[in-house]
């Protein structure tokens, strides 16, 4: 599977909501939305690289798990 931009965009969204659902710490961490805006000129290799999967976790099963 090769996502599109969009789709890493919103996958890398969906992902940092679930982190953050029970261990989100509004002094630290920064809102989905401010997240959104640190990711969304990133190029597509760096989006990959954002997704920090590897051979174990591949990004087929990051995008299967957060599309």
């Given at each position: 599977?090769?996502p599109?931009?969009?789709?890493?965009?919103?996958?890398?969204?969906?992902?940092?909501?679930?982190?953050?659902h029970?261990?989100?710490d509004?002094?630290?961490?920064?809102?989905?939305?401010?997240y959104?805006?640190?990711?969304?000129?990133?190029?597509?290799?760096?989006?990959?690289?954002?997704?920090?999967?590897?051979?174990?976790?591949?990004?087929?099963?990051?995008?299967?798990?957060?599309s």
């Amino acid at each position: 599977m090769n996502p599109t931009r969009e789709q890493l965009i919103s996958a890398l969204v969906k992902e940092y909501e679930w982190l953050c659902h029970d261990d989100f710490d509004p002094e630290e961490d920064p809102t989905p939305e401010e997240y959104l805006d640190a990711i969304k000129d990133l190029s597509y290799d760096e989006l990959v690289e954002e997704t920090q999967t590897d051979d174990i976790f591949t990004l087929d099963q990051f995008m299967r798990t957060y599309s």
